[in-house]
């Protein structure tokens, strides 16, 4: 028995049209907590994620896109749906930044995915200006725990905001990249394209 598909096929463009309509619905009726999409970077591929409250995952592909979403559907809500419109701003920030036109970001993020010391790191990363770097250490004095170097690796290591909460601009006491959740050929592109000291 054929599938419906062959009898009465659907053109790409209704059924991206139909698709768009139906995640407009869910998230009319409440039905969509956490919107997502992907975009191509100099980085690679990036997953983009939202809730009502702001950006709320960047993710590497390198990390499983499948696994991200899978985390965001039990960390938030299991109503998780690609809604790429609703993510416009977001790709369109990051457009302008990776294009060398936009030095930070001007989006409402949800910090909801880390607590305590590290997300007091993290929201402190933005401010590392465009084309600074500071160290782990610097960084752990900054945020009122100078002896939580560590805790600020930890902090930067898992940052769910990537690129746009700018751990790639925490470095090494001696210089040297440290690691990254996009690996070190992303943060050095990162550093590079921002002409980081």
């Given amino acids: 028995m054929s599938e419906t598909t062959d009898l009465f096929p659907i053109e790409d463009g209704a059924m991206a049209d139909l698709r768009s309509r139906l995640t407009e619905q869910a998230g009319e009726s409440g039905l969509l907590d956490v919107a997502h999409r992907t975009i191509d970077s100099p980085v690679g591929r990036?997953?983009?994620?939202?809730?009502?409250?702001g950006l709320v995952r960047v993710a590497f592909e390198r990390e499983?896109?499948?696994?991200?979403?899978?985390?965001?559907?039990?960390?938030?809500?299991?109503?998780?749906?690609?809604?790429?419109?609703?993510?416009?701003?977001?790709?369109?920030?990051?457009?302008?930044?990776?294009?060398?036109?936009?030095h930070s970001f001007d989006l409402p993020l949800d910090h909801s995915l880390s607590s305590g010391f590290r997300q007091r790191v993290q929201r402190h990363l933005p401010d590392i200006g465009y084309g600074h770097t500071r160290s782990y250490?610097?960084?752990?004095?900054?945020?009122?725990?100078?002896?939580?170097?560590?805790?600020?690796?930890?902090?930067?290591?898992?940052?769910?905001?990537?690129?746009?909460?700018?751990?790639?601009?925490?470095?090494?006491?001696?210089?040297?990249?440290?690691?990254?959740?996009?690996?070190?050929?992303?943060?050095?592109?990162?550093?590079?394209l921002e002409h980081a000291a």
């Fill in 46 to 53: 990036l997953l983009l994620a939202t809730t009502e409250r």
């Fill in 64 to 102: 499983g896109f499948d696994e991200v979403l899978a985390s965001l559907a039990t960390r938030i809500s299991p109503r998780v749906l690609e809604a790429p419109r609703r993510l416009d701003a977001v790709a369109a920030e990051l457009e302008e930044y990776f294009a060398g036109t936009r």
């Fill in 137 to 192: 250490a610097e960084v752990a004095e900054l945020v009122g725990n100078p002896k939580a170097v560590r805790a600020v690796g930890t902090a930067c290591a898992t940052n769910p905001l990537p690129v746009v909460v700018p751990c790639h601009r925490v470095l090494r006491s001696d210089g040297s990249l440290g690691g990254y959740i996009g690996g070190p050929e992303a943060k050095t592109t990162l550093l590079q």
